[in-house]
């Protein structure tokens, strides 16, 4: 079974989230690092998000596309990355969310991810 691991930490907070050209991002892309190498074998994809800022929010509303700058919700994480990851339990999936290094400081939701494609 697949499941999301879904990333939501403040992205406002320097500490939690540092610039790329600070000193502590670095090490935090260690601990990254540090989890991929220990986990690589369960994870189908992942990538981060660049910041809300840069979203667009889209709906159709009676027909009509409309687009929003922004994230669709105020929230105080936002979500700043993700993985799929192939796992035989749930329990499995909840303990490799454990190790992604901003589960310490943010919020990791881990989701099914269903197969439609199976016959």
Same mark, same amino acid.
């Given at each position: *079974?697949k499941?999301?691991?879904l ?12 610039d790329?050209?600070?000193?502590? #991002?670095?090490?935090m *892309?260690?601990g990254? *690092?540090? #989890?991929?190498? $220990?986990?690589?074998?369960? %994870?189908?994809?992942?990538?981060? %998000?660049?910041?809300?800022? *840069? ?7 009676n027909?009509? !596309? %409309? !687009?929003?700058?922004?994230? #669709? ?6 979500l =700043? =990355? ?8 749930l ?5 490799i969310?454990?190790?992604i ?5 943010? !919020?990791?939701?881990v989701? +099914?991810? +269903?197969? #439609?494609h $199976?016959?």
């Amino acid at each position: *079974m697949k499941y999301a691991a879904l990333i939501y930490s403040d992205e406002t907070n320097h500490e939690i989230n540092p610039d790329p050209s600070s000193e502590a #991002f670095g090490p935090m *892309m260690a601990g990254y *690092m540090a #989890f991929g190498e $220990k986990h690589g074998a369960k %994870l189908a994809a992942g990538e981060p %998000l660049t910041p809300t800022a *840069m979203a667009t929010s889209v709906q159709v509303r009676n027909g009509e !596309t %409309l !687009t929003t700058d922004g994230p #669709f919700a105020e929230t105080k994480e936002q979500l =700043g =990355g993700f993985y799929i990851i192939d796992c035989d339990t749930l329990d499995e999936a909840i303990a490799i969310a454990a190790d992604i290094p901003h589960a310490a400081t943010g !919020t990791v939701e881990v989701r +099914p991810v +269903p197969d #439609f494609h $199976k016959g």
